[in-house]
Antibody, heavy 120, light 111 residues
Framework: QLQLQESGPGLVKPSETLSLTCTVS??????????WAWIRQPPGKGLEWIGT???????YYNPSLKSRLTMSVDSSKNQFSLRLGFVTAADTAVYYC????????????WGQGTLVTVSS | QSALTQPRSVSGSPGQSVTISCTGT?????????VSWFQQYPGKVPKLIIY???ERPSGIPDRFSGSKSGNTASLTISGLQAEDEADYYC???????????FGGGTKLTVL
């Protein structure tokens, strides 16, 4: 049973970069045919897919965030990470890391989520 | 505005059935049998209850069922129970560029 845990600052200033890390335990991040994603949920609102990274480093980004987004994998630490630049208040949300099968057929592993607030 | 359209709220009495719709386009819901549904309680992590349009992960009661017709997917909950009161989200694969889209969520109230 995979376990995922997000970590990172809970407060980020406007125009700065939001950085989060997800640590995977209970299995290797180098799983064939299994992908790692970030999904966010603004307070009181719905879910939004941010992007997906494969252990090889291949990435798939939400087109609306692509210009500000970088995702990567650190296999030595069994972690994957998110960097979102030039943040505004609209980026305030609970950020979840998650794992899923190809073509998002099953998003079956989730972290507990971490609230990131963008405010000066 | 979400890519997939869900009703904001639905309600039903215990024992009844309710259906939540999820309308997309021929580029997402209509193009792939890759619709998922998630149940989320306030302040909790979303839980996968349906994947691949109509398949249930282990441990999910068969009171939960999914279907699809054209560009609209549906989640039906039969034999409503008080514990089913939650928010429900649909999700679909949308191809190599957009990749993943979610619905805006539906709040289910058990009367």
């Amino acid at each position: 049973q995979l376990q995922l845990q997000e970590s990172g600052p809970g407060l980020v200033k406007p125009s700065e970069t939001l950085s989060l890390t997800c640590t995977v335990s209970g299995g290797s991040i180098n799983i064939n045919e299994y992908y790692w994603a970030w999904i966010r949920q603004p307070p009181g609102k719905g879910l939004e897919w941010i992007g997906t990274v494969y252990y090889t480093g291949s990435t798939y980004y939400n087109p609306s965030l692509k210009s500000r987004l970088t995702m990567s994998v650190d296999s030595s630490k069994n972690q994957f990470s998110l960097r979102l630049g030039f943040v505004t208040a609209a980026d305030t949300a609970v950020y979840y890391c998650a794992g899923h099968t190809p073509t998002i057929r099953m998003i079956d592993s989730w972290g507990q989520g971490t609230l990131v607030t963008v405010s000066s | 505005q979400s890519a997939l359209t869900q009703p904001r709220s639905v309600s039903g009495s215990p024992g009844q059935s309710v259906t939540i719709s999820c309308t997309g386009t021929s580029s997402d819901v209509g193009a792939y049998n890759l619709v998922s549904w998630f149940q989320q309680y306030p302040g909790k992590v979303p839980k996968l209850i349906i994947y691949g349009v109509d398949e249930r992960p282990s441990g999910i009661p068969d009171r939960f069922s999914g279907s699809k017709s054209g560009n609209t997917a549906s989640l039906t909950i039969s034999g409503l129970q008080a514990e089913d009161e939650a928010d429900y989200y649909c999700c679909s694969y949308a191809g190599n560029y957009i990749h993943v889209v979610f619905g805006g969520g539906t709040k289910l109230t058990v009367l």
